[in-house]
């Protein structure tokens, strides 16, 4: 077995010289500009080798580019949304402040208009108390605000003041269960008191059974207990229920105030009765 493997020298390197006869031959008879045989055979392989590397390097390249281009793309993205973000803060900002522009003309305007003494205040915040239901304001004794003063709005009555200290004060909003207004439904002038009843709700008390009130109608206030300017918005009527006994009737108020939404309020200093807010004329004629 190991005489089968052994190889001879002298026959292999024979069999060379005979396989390269015809291949010299070839050689010499070749003209002078025509190439080598043998670097035929390596130029192809040395073609395929550059091409494949020539492929390989611009398949790199072009790889790495669009990484490169992704990592940029997604910086420039993150710094864009950046930019995107405090321009909508500036934005919200600018309408906010545009917004209260409007609302501190609009209380100039009424506190000039308007025929009683006003003291403008802020709301300070929501005063959670398990007896009542009040907001506090930034103004105080100090300010010429006193307790039993009526607190009003643009729109209508929120209700008065239940404490008053010397830079802030509480003020007991329509709602309460304790707040009671002097009111007449401004259709009609049927008189009543207006009364809190739950969180959003209001009643309506001591109507006549006769008295003409319905649904939608504005209960306005009387001005008979010098404290709300006459004619002033205070609620409007969303039940009536009469019985078939009793001498009165059910009538159910959804004030014109939300208490919750309030930003700016006015405290009557002073009120002058003689005749009522021309903004409740209007309401008159929308009613």
Not at 32 to 59: I, K, R, T
Not at 93 to 100: A, G, V, Y
Not at 208 to 233: C, E, M, W
Request: aromatic share 6%; charged share 25%.
């Amino acid at each position: 077995m190991f005489n089968f493997f052994q190889i001879d020298i002298k026959k292999a390197l024979l069999i060379i010289f005979v396989i390269s006869l015809p291949l010299l031959s070839i050689n010499l008879q070749r003209g002078p500009d025509e190439p080598a045989w043998y670097l035929a055979p390596v130029s192809l392989v040395s073609g395929v080798v550059v091409n494949g590397y020539a492929n390989f390097s611009q398949g790199v390249r072009s790889t790495l580019s669009t990484y490169v281009n992704l990592i940029d793309i997604k910086k420039e993205n993150r710094l864009l949304t950046r930019e995107l973000d405090e321009l909508k803060a500036q934005l919200n900002q600018l309408e906010e402040l545009k917004l209260e522009n409007q609302r501190l003309n609009k209380a100039i305007d009424f506190q000039q208009k308007a025929p009683m003494k006003l003291v403008a205040a802020k709301v300070t915040g929501l005063d959670l108390m398990l007896e009542h239901r009040t907001i506090r304001i930034n103004r105080g004794t100090e300010h010429g605000v006193t307790k039993g003063q009526a607190v009003i709005t643009f729109d209508g009555v929120v209700g008065y003041i239940y404490n008053a200290e010397p830079r802030s004060s509480q003020v007991l909003v329509l709602t309460d269960r304790y707040a009671v207004i002097d009111g007449i439904v401004q259709r009609t002038r049927a008189r009543g008191i207006v009364a809190g009843r739950s969180v959003d709700r209001c009643q309506l008390k001591y109507l006549h059974r006769s008295d003409d009130v319905v649904v939608g109608d504005l209960v306005v206030s009387s001005g008979l207990d010098n404290i709300f300017p006459k004619g002033f918005p205070v609620a409007r009527v969303i039940s009536v229920e009469k019985k078939n006994y009793g001498v009165t009737q059910k009538v159910e108020l959804e004030p014109v105030v939300d208490p919750s939404r309030l930003e700016e309020i006015f405290v009557v200093i002073r009120v002058n009765n003689e005749e009522p807010l021309q903004m409740t004329q209007t309401t008159k004629q929308g009613g």
